[in-house]
């Protein structure tokens, strides 16, 4: 499991370069978490600067941060994109990477280590609000996946993975996709058959709680044959 978790994590990091052509739309955010939304408004609120920056300081504080980006020197991303995002906090490029930048670091401290997972989350979910386009949006929501990669939350990264998959679909993204959803998707755990019974039956034993309240119908995914 342990190498599986890290060749998902390498692909889901190279997604974060993807570049994929399309056409500049309006459309409604397929992936909304009203949780991530005040996570990232309170993150957005911290990190505003107690005074403005001048222009030369912004752009020399960019080039240092892309030079850290290009070398993986994550601490180092992860605290210059963030004094990018509090000066200039509609740029959806700047969360993106403050996220990937806080994601990829690895502490000891639990406390620590559990504010940049979580910081890492708000991030990337802003840096989707903000996207413009399909392009951002899914590259967004590839950066949300990786985030939950980290933190061993796969389901949630198999929704983000399936939103950013419907946004634009991609070779890589879908690859990542394929590899998370046997191990973590909604599966039949295990079957059982009763056929010598006066009314013969099959149990299935399935990997998450089944809505039981309401109108729910499931008539339409069970065919005998």
Known sequence: MIGFARTTLLGLALLLGTAIAVPAGAADKLFVRDELANDAARLEAKMKPATPTAPADVARLKASAETAYQKSEWSAVNTLYGRLAGIEPKEPTHWSRFAVGAAMQDVADYSARWQLRNNAH???????????????????????????????????????????????????????????????????????????AASPRACFTVSEDLVTSGKVDYAPYVAVS
């Open 122 to 196: 708000a991030a990337a979910y802003r840096a989707y609000v903000l996207a413009k386009t399909p392009q951002a949006e899914a590259q967004a929501l590839n950066v949300l996946a990786l985030t939950y990669v980290r933190t061993d939350d796969q389901r949630i990264a198999l929704s983000a993975l399936r939103a950013s998959l419907k946004t634009i679909e991609n070779p890589e993204a879908r690859t990542q996709y394929d590899k998370l959803r046997p191990a973590y998707g909604f599966r039949v755990l295990e079957n059982k058959v009763d056929s010598d």
